[in-house]
């Protein structure tokens, strides 16, 4: 068995051509551009590049984009007081910081000041609660980018056993309640380090998801044959590929589909992002 592949470059590239269709009709209907703020603390070379990467989707969406980059001093009142002149900013209807932040600052206390109304995100203790309560207003970038790949693929997910390894609030948590709201019904196990016998949970999924951040992790002998598999991981070897969690070339041999790393969940990422901008200028003039 060779794994059919969830392209999310090709998803992602015709979900930006829809977003930059409705940016332009918001434009032409309401007079409304909506804006994207990032704030870059240091110089961390995979973090601007990220952030580059951002302004770059938004931009050719149509949405304006703002960007902060600050010096790796800059202190943590500074931070929150940049956090609240975007918040009053009318021209601006979604903020990012990017993570991670030096480790002087808090970055917690930087999340639960972005004004919920923007937070695109979906970091603010208010956005979770809200998906926690089954009302979201934000869904998180990375999670949602997952969804999104698993209905591209046609995965049916009411009564699927769902396990996903990796439990943070990026992805993990957020993921586990989104595939729990009615319309999606999965059951879902959320595994981590302290999971006792991983593989044998890991072979119970029809679905597994790994977002663990640890290079190879999930290996053939652990997955369920004919398992979709998506890998959330962002890993860089020695000689300076990217690679994911999942040994992708000997999972592929198992798996009935497999997104690739790079290629498949990231492009999501940012897509969804710019989704949620699109969403939040909306919200908060009353438009949706």
Do not use: W
């Amino acid at each position: 068995m060779t794994a059919r592949i969830i392209d999310g470059r090709a998803l992602a590239t015709r979900r930006r051509a829809e977003l930059a269709d409705e940016v332009a009709r918001l434009g032409a209907e309401h007079g409304v551009q909506p804006g994207l703020a990032t704030v870059l603390v240091g110089d961390d070379p995979a973090s601007r590049t990220y952030v580059g990467m951002k302004h770059r989707a938004s931009e050719a969406a149509g949405m304006r984009s703002f960007q902060h980059l600050l010096p790796a001093t800059t202190t943590q009142p500074e931070l929150l007081d940049l956090v609240d002149r975007l918040n009053a900013d009318e021209a601006v209807d979604g903020i990012l910081v990017q993570l991670p932040l030096p480790d002087h600052l808090d970055a917690r206390e930087v999340q639960r000041r972005v004004d919920p109304a923007k937070d695109v995100d979906a970091l603010n203790p208010v956005t979770a609660g809200m998906l926690a309560n089954g009302e979201p207003t934000f869904l998180a970038c990375t999670p949602a980018g997952v969804v999104a790949l698993l209905d591209e693929a046609d995965v049916a997910l009411p009564g699927s056993e769902v396990v996903i390894v990796g439990r943070s609030t990026l992805v993990g948590r957020p993921l586990s309640i989104m595939l729990t709201l009615p319309g999606r019904d999965a059951t879902v196990t959320v595994a981590h380090s302290r999971t006792r016998d991983l593989a044998a949970v890991c072979r119970r999924a029809d679905v597994l998801v790994v977002a663990a951040g640890r290079e190879g992790l999930v290996t053939a002998d652990m997955v369920r044959p004919g398992a979709v598999v998506i890998d959330v991981g962002t890993n860089r070897t020695a000689d300076g590929r990217l690679v994911g969690d999942v040994a992708y070339d000997e999972v592929a041999e198992v798996a009935g589909a497999i997104t690739p790393v790079p290629g498949g969940v990231g492009p999501m990422t940012v897509t969804m992002l710019l989704a949620n901008t699109l969403h939040a200028a909306r919200l908060r003039r009353g438009l949706s």
